[in-house]
């Protein structure tokens, strides 16, 4: 069974940090692209980031590039997220996706986790 579990959120000050990790299971890590998604309040997911499955290529959104960075290791099953610089418009609840084929069949499957509440307020 798969399973993704995020961590690592809470509430910090604007200007402030968050690691967030994802932990994975049920799938071999290694061989899949892994990404971050948010949900701010009221509003729809918006696509964070994006690393390849040996971690050597990423992609970031526009509104957190230059900020946040996209991490991940295969011996750990985990994939990480290094927010910083955050603001208020980065509150949001937090989810690490992937994309895991179907058993038997020539499809993927997005896998999410249940997410971490990110707050950024003073």
């Known amino acids: 069974e798969v399973q993704l579990v995020e961590s690592g959120g809470g509430l910090v000050q604007p200007g402030g940090s968050l690691r967030l990790s994802c932990e994975a299971s049920g799938f071999t890590f290694s061989s899949y692209a892994m990404s971050w998604a948010r949900q701010a309040p009221g509003k729809g997911l918006e696509w964070i980031s994006s690393i390849s499955s040996g971690g050597g290529s990423t992609n970031y959104g526009d509104s957190v590039k230059g900020r946040f960075a996209i991490s991940r290791d295969n011996a750990k099953n985990t994939v990480y997220l290094q927010m910083n610089s955050l603001k208020p418009e980065d509150t949001a609840v937090y989810y690490c996706?992937?994309?895991?084929?179907?058993?038997?069949?020539?499809?993927?499957?997005?896998?999410w986790g249940q997410g971490t509440q990110v707050t950024v307020s003073s």
């Open positions: 996706n992937a994309d895991v084929p179907v058993r038997g069949t020539n499809l993927d499957y997005r896998y």
